[in-house]
Nanobody, 127 residues
Framework: QVQLVESGGGSVQAGGSLRLSCSVS???????????LSWFRQAPGKEREGVAS???????MYADSVRGRFTVSKDNARTTLYLQMSSLKAEDTAMYYC??????????????????WGQGTQVTVSS
């Protein structure tokens, strides 16, 4: 059974930093194209949007709104996914979710075609 558990959310002032973690259990490498771990976020009244992803190697992908400020990484054992967030802005306020196992066909992309999702951790940035 695959389980994803996010942590590290909280309240921070604009310009500050936070590091989110996602504990991944029960998810094993299956195919090159399907192995993908990602972060999504959803602000009140808005649709869930992709933030960042990392594949089975070190290839990463970022939304334009966070590129240069956020860094996605994973540990060597592939049991923890991280999102280092710096220079936070009020518009980064959202519930952040991690997702695993790309099922969208082709290469992993920042859309919601993932099989497994966590429950989310709240990030609030005050200006």
């Amino acid at each position: 059974q695959v389980q994803l558990v996010e942590s590290g959310g909280g309240s921070v002032q604009a310009g500050g930093s936070l590091r989110l973690s996602c504990s991944v259990s029960g998810y094993t490498y299956r195919t090159y194209r399907s192995y993908c771990l990602s972060w999504f976020r959803q602000a009140p009244g808005k649709e869930r949007e992709g933030v960042a992803s990392i594949d089975s190697g070190t290839t990463t992908m970022y939304a334009d709104s966070v590129r240069g400020r956020f860094t996605v990484s994973k540990d060597n054992a592939r049991t923890t996914l991280y999102l280092q967030m710096s220079s936070l802005k009020a518009e980064d306020t959202a519930m952040y979710y991690c997702a695993a196992h790309w099922v969208g066909g082709g290469s992993c992309r920042l859309v919601q075609s993932f099989a497994y999702w966590g429950q989310g951790t709240q990030v609030t940035v005050s200006s």
